[in-house]
């Protein structure tokens, strides 16, 4: 699972437009509104990535900009390579 959260910025007379366009994307919750700006999460949605919801976001008309502000991904990553170099194996030897 992946979870965004996101502060976009709309032109002010535009701002109910992107409102609608923003809630309009699958998995987006709206958490603040004030001031011209808009504060969301973005969880996953089953067979779309990631990276294509914040794309649909930043390309919606009227967003001044939509700033990735948190990214959380409970998905297990595998450990970093080892990297020995010789001066490390020379202090074990």
Do not use: W
């Not at 969880?43 to 976001?57: A, C, F, H, M, T």
């Amino acid at each position: 699972m992946n979870i965004f959260s996101m502060v976009i910025r709309a032109v002010p007379d535009h701002m109910e437009d992107v409102k609608a366009a923003v809630l309009a994307v699958p998995g987006v919750e709206l958490h603040l509104e004030h001031e011209g700006r808009l504060i969301i999460t973005i969880e996953d949605v089953p067979g779309v990535r990631s990276s294509d919801l914040l794309k649909q976001i930043q390309d919606i008309p009227h967003i001044a900009s939509a700033t990735l502000a948190y990214e959380y991904c409970d998905e297990e990553m595998p450990p970093p390579p080892s990297v020995k170099s010789k001066k490390s194996e020379e202090r074990l030897s």
